[in-house]
């Protein structure tokens, strides 16, 4: 039996100031960089000073102890520090919170994930931890690892439970690892979350294999704005190995592009890119591995990768490369953010993922993506799409910050909730915005989402006007449903206020791509653009959003960002709102808490 959905609510308790941040100029990163919590800093010890001091607001009881996961720094002096946290040595699962100080280190205010105490009835489990990872291998069919006791404070009330990771899980797509909650007490499977965000959803597959569809991907191997010439930096000039280099790839969907590798010796060649912090791509051999040290590097001669077919094994590497390092290069030029978790590391990517696989998967296990070749029927080309990339590698950014979280998923795979349906939305925002970044003639910027996959209705999902993609019925507006509607149809509310936020409503023509975007109530919406409409959805992720952000929570962070960047009574802020009200997630039905 399906267990009840109790609608989770992020609190955000927050003292009003006057100040207010610059206007954003995307090359001087107006969001200011995060700087990874590693050690005790100022900050940190000031929030959590605080946290305990305003205990009636932050929740912080006795027992708890908050580990700062990163602290991000505006130009005012003004800082955001995200914790997690544990209780009596044991992990809270919804304990997640971000306490925000003033440019002196004062207390401001917190976001928090659970509106209560996280301190379970008891701590004294009735099961043994081998009764868990049996009952978790039997929900998830594959090989539990050993459980380990939390509290899980995420459905209303804090829990003695389990958390067993299952590797091999049959409950997954592609035999992917999966993590099952136990309750310590009675036994229940609290939930069983797979530990890949899929592109493609298990639903929508079966949809497209229903309805007999082949995707016919749209490919783009004629030279293209981006080439580059093989060549070598001084230093391989001079004979000293490792180098950078710079070499050329012949895409599948993007054309020709430049690449930076690392060359080895005098001819051989890595698809590292040593300038990205060593991001790499490596090939998976069609095995399902969630390991990237398994994978097998590509290396070449003459540093020239691909062929722009099928045929070589590399013209995908070269998607993934492109792909990956123009995601990294969007963060970093936009908002400052220095790789995925911002923390000067670089992104991972393997390709030749399974045996068959018609998706593309961020895997939080393996902290990398994986791409498979399409599964011979609905999907006939490898996933590599840049959109893809960057809508996959977004979920990346997301886990290293708010790490929002789907309510429920159901015995096949689908995801459920508002909190992973705003998870779907930031990371196709955020992967047409890599898009427009990359600005590549082969795959022209636009606000759809998978439009080079072949489908035919022209795209998967679209931003302006969510309810044209059928095939996952997405939504254009809320509604109490919303609480439990599929994930990525759920994410066409947030994806279509931030499209008014950004282009306004009615008729537009962008790049050559027209867009006719409605209102829930007939009202017209002028944009602030793309720029700045990015920047308060970047700044809301990453300040005031946590692991169980809804919609309205959603409303409220992306106001708060828009006061912080514009001030309360300016244009963008009025227009955070009426973008909002416009998909119909206003102040007024904002849903009772607990519900």
């Not at 992020?10 to 995307?26: D, N, S």
């Not at 993934?320 to 992104?347: C, E, M, P, V, W």
Request: aromatic share 6%; with cysteine.
């Amino acid at each position: 039996m399906r267990r009840p959905h109790i609608r989770r609510v992020a609190i955000a308790v927050a003292v009003t100031t006057a100040a207010t941040l610059p206007g954003p100029a995307f090359a001087s990163a107006p969001n200011g960089p995060a700087r990874a919590a590693t050690s005790a800093s100022s900050p940190v010890s000031a929030a959590r000073a605080a946290a305990f001091a305003h205990a009636s607001a932050t929740g912080v009881t006795h027992g708890d102890t908050l580990r700062a996961k990163d602290v991000m720094t505006d130009p005012d002096g003004k800082s955001h520090v995200r914790f997690v946290r544990t209780h009596r040595g044991l992990p809270v699962l919804g304990g997640d919170m971000v306490v925000h100080l003033g440019k002196r280190g004062e207390y401001l205010g917190v976001t928090r994930a659970a509106d209560h105490v996280v301190e379970p009835s008891t701590v004294e489990a009735e099961l043994t931890p081998e009764q868990a990872e049996r009952k978790a291998e039997a929900v998830a069919k594959g090989d539990a690892g050993t459980a380990r006791l939390v509290v899980d404070a995420r459905d209303g009330a804090a829990a003695l439970a389990y958390q067993v990771l299952v590797m091999d899980s049959d409950t997954t797509e592609a035999g992917g690892s999966s993590t099952v909650v136990v309750d310590a007490r009675t036994g229940r499977i609290r939930s069983n979350t797979p530990n890949t965000d899929e592109f493609i959803s298990p639903s929508l597959a079966a949809t497209l294999r229903e309805r007999g569809e082949s995707a016919t991907p749209r490919t783009g191997t004629a030279a293209g704005a981006a080439t580059g010439l093989s060549g070598l930096a001084s230093a391989a000039a001079a004979g000293r190995y490792p180098a950078t280099a710079t070499g050329s790839g012949s895409s599948l969907f993007a054309g020709k592009v430049a690449l930076t590798t690392t060359r080895t010796a005098r001819t051989s060649y890595v698809l590292k890119d040593p300038t990205r912090w060593n991001t790499e791509t490596r090939d998976a051999k069609g095995q399902e591995l969630e390991s990237f040290a398994r994978g097998k590097a590509f290396t070449d001669g003459d540093n020239k990768w691909g062929t722009g077919t099928t045929s070589a094994r590399t013209s995908a590497a070269v998607d993934a490369q492109y792909g990956i390092a123009q995601t990294l290069d969007f963060y970093k030029k936009t908002f400052g953010r220095k790789g995925i978790k911002n923390n000067s590391a670089g992104a991972r990517g393997m390709v030749h993922f399974g045996n068959k696989v018609g998706n593309a998967f961020w895997d939080s296990t393996c902290g990398c993506m994986l791409y498979g070749d399409g599964d011979g029927r609905v999907f006939k080309k490898p996933l590599v799409v840049l959109d893809v990339t960057g809508h996959e590698l977004t979920h990346g950014v997301v886990d290293a910050t708010a790490a929002l979280e789907p309510t429920r998923v159901d015995d096949d795979g689908n995801q459920y909730g508002e909190a992973g349906a705003l998870n779907e939305s930031l990371a196709d925002i955020f992967g047409s915005d890599v898009e427009f970044s990359a600005n590549n003639p082969k795959n022209p910027p636009n606000y759809l989402v998978g439009e080079k996959l072949g489908l035919a209705q022209k795209f998967l999902r679209r931003l302006d006007h969510p309810s044209l993609d059928v095939l996952e019925e997405t939504i254009d507006y809320w509604s109490p449903a919303a609480y439990d509607t599929e994930v990525h149809a759920g994410s066409g509310v947030s994806s279509h206020a931030f499209y008014l936020l950004a282009e306004g409503s009615g008729r537009k023509t962008v790049n050559g791509v027209t867009y006719d975007s409605p209102t829930y109530d007939g009202s017209r919406v002028t944009g602030i653009g793309r720029t700045k409409a990015t920047a308060v959805f970047y700044r809301a992720l990453t300040r005031y959003m946590v692991s169980t952000t809804d919609f309205h929570d959603a409303r409220k962070a992306t106001l708060k960002a828009a006061a912080d960047m514009y001030g309360a009574n300016s244009a963008e802020y009025k227009a955070v709102g009426s973008a909002w009200a416009a998909v119909n997630v206003t102040a007024a039905n904002t849903p009772a808490a607990g519900r």
